[in-house]
């Protein structure tokens, strides 16, 4: 028998993540971070905007809509965007032919200041008259002011219909 006793639902809340109180910082001292308030349908939302500001054609637009420290996996180039400056230069080319997605289904989780928003979306390209059906993930981190994209991921579907 071991030496140690642990309430078992002491035990499970660790093993999960949603022990109630945040973990140290590496210095030590307790974080005191508050979790934001929000809902699946404010999540949703922000994939609008990011699909508002796609409809501008300036890709600096698009970009606000991420975090400075982010990840971009795009639909159409093999190389991650990890700077500003590298996403800009991914949505110049990619606004060229004025995109615009649809959802097509989606799964959205929410932790404390963060959010996911996966499922599979629809591109239709105004210019060319293309569809593109693919699959996406969002990761959003709440900012102190606003949420922001901390990563994207999106990939053609691999399959043909």
């Known amino acids: 028998m071991s030496r140690f006793t642990f309430p078992l639902a002491v035990v499970a809340l660790v093993i999960t993540g949603c ?43 698009v970009v606000a809509n991420y975090a400075v420290r982010s990840v971009l996996l795009p639909t159409v ?10 996403k800009e230069e991914y949505f110049h080319h990619f606004l060229e032919n004025g995109p615009s997605g649809a959802i097509d289904s989606r799964t959205i989780l ?4 963060t959010a996911l928003d996966t ?5 239709t390209f105004a ?27 999106s990939s053609v579907m691999p399959e043909k219909d």
């Open 19 to 61: 022990a109630t109180s945040p973990p140290p910082d590496p210095g030590g001292s307790p974080r005191t971070e508050a979790c934001v308030t929000t809902s699946e349908r404010e999540i949703a939302a922000l994939f609008d905007r990011w699909n508002r500001s796609l409809q501008t054609g300036d890709p600096h637009q």
């Open 77 to 86: 180039s093999n190389r991650p965007r990890l700077t500003p400056e590298d």
């Open 110 to 113: 929410i932790g404390c200041n």
């Open 119 to 123: 499922g599979l979306y629809t591109f």
């Open 127 to 153: 210019k060319t008259g293309a569809r593109v059906r693919a699959r996406y993930t969002y990761t959003y981190g709440w900012d102190g002011r606003r949420w922001l994209i901390t990563s994207h991921h």
